[in-house]
């Protein structure tokens, strides 16, 4: 009986769901998770990474671009802490949006800075190198498909040797 009233409560739950919020939550579910990630690093072998910056964006394909969720991460790693190399400030700004009949876009710079610090204390901080990265997605409003365009020249003040990696 306990059975009973407990699947009658679930059916009454789901039966009370207007079009919006069903609607809204199937909207919200075709979103996709983006991950555009760089690692900086030494530009000579054995070309060790310093850390990971994330750029993230929830690329949704039914909605506007405009209103596109993003985030941005930087963190050193144990090589990069070693060495003095503090990866902080990361930040990812909108240049522009828009869209066709198939696909909504938008275009993105990323950008972090990489602090010269004394190695281990990460203090004092003798140079600020800062580092921009330029990409877009690209949603086709009928399939949900996002691919990833990167644009531009990497724009950076890093210092002679260092790298930006795609990689891990």
């Known amino acids: 009986m306990a059975v009973t009233a407990v699947a009658g409560l679930v059916a009454g739950a789901i039966a009370v769901l207007s079009p919006a919020q069903a609607s809204e939550g199937a909207s919200a579910s075709s979103c996709k998770s983006r991950h555009v990630k760089v690692y900086p690093g030494d530009g000579i072998p054995p070309r060790w990474r310093y850390g990971e910056v994330d750029f993230a964006v929830n690329v949704c394909p039914k909605e506007d671009a405009d209103g596109w969720e993003t985030n941005a991460t930087a963190a050193s790693n144990k090589t990069g802490q070693s060495i ?23 275009t993105y710079m990323g950008s972090f800075v990489v602090n010269d610090c004394a190695p281990l204390i990460e203090w004092p901080c003798a140079k600020t190198h800062k580092v921009e990265v330029g990409f877009a997605f690209i949603a086709d409003k009928k399939t949900g498909k996002v691919r990833l365009v990167y644009g531009g020249a990497v724009d950076s003040t890093m210092p002679r040797g260092m790298a930006l990696y795609r990689t891990p």
């Open 84 to 106: 003095g190399y503090k990866l902080e400030s990361a930040n990812l700004r909108v240049l522009g949006t828009g869209e066709n009949k198939q696909t909504r876009n938008a």
